[in-house]
């Protein structure tokens, strides 16, 4: 036998393929194969161009542009402040904001007494600072059996104060130390590593609010204590009316007022006989 390669040749007839098939293999329906020499193969596009036809799919099949969609997304996400995680944490970043109304955490029942103490604590340890403290109350007043008044403070918002000052990491130790203060106001900051909870300042228009509804509540309780007032004072003059009418004198009959005939007045001190008449 001779050995060697065979050379192949196209042939345009068919030749009977026998193929070993068993029940567990499954053949196509059809085979059919076919070599045309005269077709090229499609020019590969560039990255670019893929992209340009990419973008023109999404704006046909989209109405609005994805381009807008995706700007305005970077428009709503908010930039960072801080270049590391760390520098979040440093409470003394807060400073750079100046002089801003904070909220401090404190008892809903002795309220009026802890602002005055941060207040007064405030002026003397720190007499060169700026700072205002704020916890609206309304005055509420009762009438006692005694027919006088009681006035007590009713917070407005129990359980908070408002500080006004330049806020650094000093003056927050010194005031979360004090009696009665739970801590400012605001939000955890941080990883899993560390946080802390960092103070969130209160908007000028927030506070203006605020210092409306305040005037508001303050003017009611004044205009229902006028009109308590003016009710009790017509109470009373009526009460006054009534009791004159009452105390005034009855008039007496004449038989009672008239001198008693015959010298009735004369006979109490004589001895009445038998058969006399009066």
Not at 7 to 22: R, Y
């Amino acid at each position: 036998m001779t050995q060697g390669l065979l050379q192949w040749s196209p042939c345009h007839h068919s030749l009977p393929i026998s193929i070993p098939t068993s029940k567990h293999t499954r053949l196509p329906l059809s085979i059919s194969a076919s070599l045309d020499s005269s077709t090229q193969q499609q020019p590969q596009l560039s990255a670019r161009e893929r992209r340009q036809l990419r973008n023109e799919r999404r704006e046909s099949k989209a109405g609005a542009s994805w381009k807008e969609k995706v700007e305005e997304k970077l428009l709503e996400k908010p930039n960072q402040k801080f270049a590391h995680w760390k520098e979040e944490l440093n409470i003394n970043n807060l400073a750079r904001e100046g002089p801003q109304w904070w909220i401090v955490r404190v008892s809903r029942i002795k309220g009026q007494e802890t602002a005055q103490l941060i207040a007064r604590l405030l002026a003397r340890n720190y007499p060169h600072m700026d700072f205002k403290v704020y916890a609206p109350s309304i005055p509420e007043r009762r009438k006692l059996k005694n027919g006088t008044y009681s006035v007590k403070a009713k917070p407005l918002f129990p359980g908070c104060v408002f500080l006004r000052c330049v806020l650094d990491k000093e003056i927050h130790d010194f005031v979360t130390e004090l009696d009665g203060v739970g801590g400012f106001i605001g939000a955890k900051v941080g990883n899993t590593k560390r946080q802390i909870n960092r103070p969130r300042p209160v908007s000028e228009f927030d506070m203006e609010a605020i210092f409306a509804k305040a005037k508001e509540e303050q003017e009611k309780s004044d205009l229902a204590f006028q009109q308590e007032q003016q009710l009790s004072a017509e109470l009373k003059s009526s009460d006054a009316a009534k009791s004159a009418g009452d105390a005034k004198p009855k008039r007496r009959s004449g038989k009672a007022s008239g001198p008693l005939i015959n010298g009735s007045s004369t006979a109490k001190d004589k001895k009445l006989v038998i058969g006399s008449k009066v």
